[in-house]
């Protein structure tokens, strides 16, 4: 019998940053949203949006980072949170060097929220600020109550992140892979994919999770062992119904 190790809660950092984004074909986006934090300049806002799995929280959890290396002051939240709490969560982040704001889809339809980021965004443009927010529609669509908002939104930049290819996300799995210690191979990259749900979110997921059951089992990540892996979930999701 096969001895197993219980892996250890010890990995490589593994947090979003602008090396560890693959452009595919937002290299004029990943540019802009750089320079903007390294020059410490608001030129206007910026708002990305796209579907899911694109990869927005990433950059804006990197855009904040890359704030914190240059010391600016800046914070990341997220809409999905936000709106569980009264209004005046919003309230003096005009001070700061880098407000990025997630989700921002969501206030469409809440006036109390559509105003309340529609003050932050005309405090922030006094201060000289830097809005960033990410959004999963375009502006057009969001139904927003207050007409002064969107076009607050339409003011500065607007960008569509174009998700990645196939070939783009093998890049960004195998990318992941080494900053977490282990090595995934062209052809293991190709059969998640095929086998797998194929957004990066649950991509990357499901790599934390190989990551550890090969720890555990002691053994590299081949095709077999990913089959085994799959074969498991699915038998657990059955035994679950």
């Known amino acids: 019998m096969i001895s197993t190790q219980i892996p250890l809660n010890i990995q490589l950092p593994d947090s979003a940053s602008f090396d560890n984004f693959i452009l595919g074909k937002n290299e004029e986006l990943f540019n802009k949203l750089k320079r903007s934090i390294n020059n410490r300049s608001s ?15 990433h950059l804006l959890q990197a855009a904040c980072k890359s704030a914190g290396d240059h010391e600016f002051s800046s914070a990341y939240l997220s809409f999905k949170d936000l709106l569980k709490k009264p209004t005046n969560e919003l309230d003096n982040l005009e001070n700061l060097d880098l407000i990025c704001l997630d989700d921002v889809d969501l206030v469409a339809g809440k006036k109390d929220w559509e105003q309340a980021l529609f003050h932050l965004y ?120």
């Open 43 to 57: 030129e206007g806002s910026l708002l990305f949006w796209g579907g899911p799995g694109v990869g927005k929280t």
């Open 122 to 241: 005309n405090r922030a443009f006094d201060s000289g600020a830097q809005l960033v927010f990410a959004s999963s529609q375009a502006i057009a669509n969001l139904n927003l109550i207050l007409s002064d908002l969107s076009s607050r939104l339409a003011w500065g930049f607007v960008y569509r992140i174009q998700p990645l290819s196939d070939e783009e996300k093998i890049q960004a799995m195998q990318l992941r892979s080494r900053l977490r210690g282990f090595i995934l191979t062209e052809k293991v990259g190709q059969y998640l994919l095929r086998h797998c749900p194929r957004d990066s979110v649950a991509l990357f997921n499901l790599l934390d999770e190989l990551d550890r059951a090969s720890l555990a089992a002691q053994r590299a990540i081949t095709i077999p062992f990913v089959k085994n892996l799959l074969a498991s979930k699915e038998k657990q999701a059955e035994e679950a119904l």
